[in-house]
């Protein structure tokens, strides 16, 4: 199962992420977690304590290992660089483990606009395309508000794309906009998830302005969650109501198979 989660900013994508690579690590599955946001947190919300957490360095500012594999520095102009740098030993070297996930940090590559030829990127694309096609039972990419990361080749590899919404209209904009992309690159199992909710009136105000989308669950307001946050403690620790309902989402993407 590979799953890609997506969303407005701050609709709680790391929160679900987290939740569902512990649920699956639970079953025995190997799970690889890959944090590909410009602003890393997930290996908080999986409950690694913070100092260790600040200690990961994202594969996207390695610059030694991007020249040693790429044979070109970031920044260095370099007129040549390989395209298919060897990427096959970084999940082992470079991911951090907690709870039985593999996490891996991937860090995103700074430039305006997409497309980026640059050592850097060639290697992500390397890497991201080795971690969907040949890791882990289990992928689970915790993802921005777009799909950047994803190319035509990597999409297909994509079981499900998941996009969280919160009730207003906002993050349900961003929502079909992320639609359209995906559309773009070929995935077509698109899901949502409801998140922070507080009542039925909020769930049925995503269900109804999002006519043509898959709801596969909620995840209610929790202040449970919050204080996860504030503590450091792992979300799946903190809300044994919460984990309940992303079991039954969980469930409801397997029944989709
Ligand atoms: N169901 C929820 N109930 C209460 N707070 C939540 C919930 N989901 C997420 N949060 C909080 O909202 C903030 C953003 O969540 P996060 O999962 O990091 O969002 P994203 O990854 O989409 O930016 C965090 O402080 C998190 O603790
Ligand atoms: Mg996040």
Redesign the pocket.
Known sequence: MKLA?T????????????LLARLYATEGKAVLAIDA?P?A??AM?LGLPQDEARRITPIAEMKDLIEERTGARPGSKAPFYKLNPRVDDIPEQFSAKIDGIRLLTMGTVKTGGSGCMCPESALLKSLMSHLLFRESDVVIM?M?AGVEHLGRGTAQAVDALII?VEPGRRSIQTAEAIRRLAGDLGIERCYVVG???SSNADRQFITSSMPDFEVLGF????????E??LSGVS?FDADPA?VAEVRGIKQGLERKE
């Open positions: 989660i969303g407005k900013g701050g609709v709680g994508k790391t929160t679900l992420a987290s946001n602003d947190n997930l919300a915790d921005d969280v998140s922070k909710t995840i209610d307001y929790s202040s449970k969650i919050r996860a946050d979300v919460v």
